[in-house]
């Protein structure tokens, strides 16, 4: 079962909190040298905050229907099983639902104020805070309908200029939230906001009840995501 044993630590615009399984392991120590990719250790939930943004803005939502595997472009992804997709998207809606946040179910005639997004990593060492092709991962996706993107665009992370290349092992969930007022036409970017990850938690050996705990856990670590006040459309 992921515990509550909380380190905590800021930097920046980076404001991660690291729950570890058990007493099985630690928070990786960031690097200074981006050439150096450092591992996140198997077995944690960690968090990310944008300390610069303003999560009180923030009210209604959408999220993806699908958990995307991913992987590197020019890399096969490995598999990783599909058997919780289902559960692990039920318990991320809920727990925003609970939050107070609103879900908008037509995207494309209400805009949202966030998108969510969730992935989980088909790669041995996924670098997850790198510029994303996140289009090219969730184009498909009806909660994007609320603008126009193509593959041009890509996602930015603010946690990046802080960790550097972190990589991910395999099975690992990554829930991504994304400021719909983040999109710049401009720059062809959008900008994370938060993140969630549960290193290792797709690993055909976790149950349901475990990966339940694990996205709890990323909202537990995660108080200041509470709707001020919901804005129904």
Partial sequence: MFGSSFVR???????????LLGAAGSFAACTSDNNLVVPVVTGTVVTFKDSTFNFT???????????VHLAPLSATPLVVSRQFDA???????????????????????????FVVLVGATA??????????????FFGFSPALSFFTFDASFTETFPFFSVVGNTAFDQGTLIVDLIPTNSVNPTTRTVRSAWAGVATGLINGVNTADQITSAINQMFIQSPYLTAPGPTVP
């Fill in 123 to 136: 790669t041995t060492s996924f670098n997850a805070f790198v510029g994303s092709p996140f289009f090219v």
């Fill in 9 to 19: 630590r800021n930097a920046r615009t980076l404001l991660p909190v690291v729950g």
């Fill in 57 to 67: 803005t923030l009210h209604t939502f959408a999220i993806a229907d699908s958990v």
């Fill in 87 to 113: 559960l692990i998207l039920s318990d991320v809606r809920n727990n925003f639902l609970a939050r107070g946040y609103v879900q908008i179910s037509n995207p494309s005639a209400v805009k949202p104020d």
